[in-house]
């Protein structure tokens, strides 16, 4: 049975965390993980948008809620390397990192207890 629809998705415009302290999170993301600010939103949040034009951002609820948020894979070229450097500069990883036919992937947690993954594509994107 075929349906009509009429709205049709295009894409993601943007992947988001909650956060507790956007201060905290937005130098977490900035000067530890490496990531542009493009967009600020003072102590509401901010974006990361990367060259290949998908964007992370981080919100603070108005009335302070927090969930804790996960599923987003960063992208990089060499997962250990990536991790080596991350941990010198106090991110948590899980000791396993997997590595399988398809892709790496590591496991982190950024400085609001959301989880994120450093992810590699064998085959590229």
């Given amino acids: 049975m075929q349906t009509s629809q009429a709205v049709k998705v295009r894409g993601i415009d943007i992947s988001a965390y909650l956060v507790k302290d956007v201060a905290r999170a937005k130098a977490f993301y900035?000067?530890?993980m490496g990531f542009d600010l493009t967009m600020d939103y003072g102590d509401q949040g901010g974006e990361?948008?990367?060259a290949d034009g998908t964007t992370f951002g981080l919100w603070k609820m108005d009335d302070g809620t927090w969930t804790k948020g996960g599923g987003v894979m960063f992208a990089v070229d060499d997962v250990p390397q990536a991790i080596e450097e991350l941990r010198a500069r106090g991110v948590k990883f899980e000791d396993y990192v997997h590595d399988g036919e398809i892709c790496t992937m590591a496991f982190g947690e950024d400085s609001e207890g959301n989880a994120f993954?450093?992810?590699h594509r064998k085959a590229g994107r």
């Fill in 30 to 32: 900035r000067d530890t």
């Fill in 48 to 50: 990361f948008t990367f």
């Fill in 117 to 119: 993954i450093l992810h």
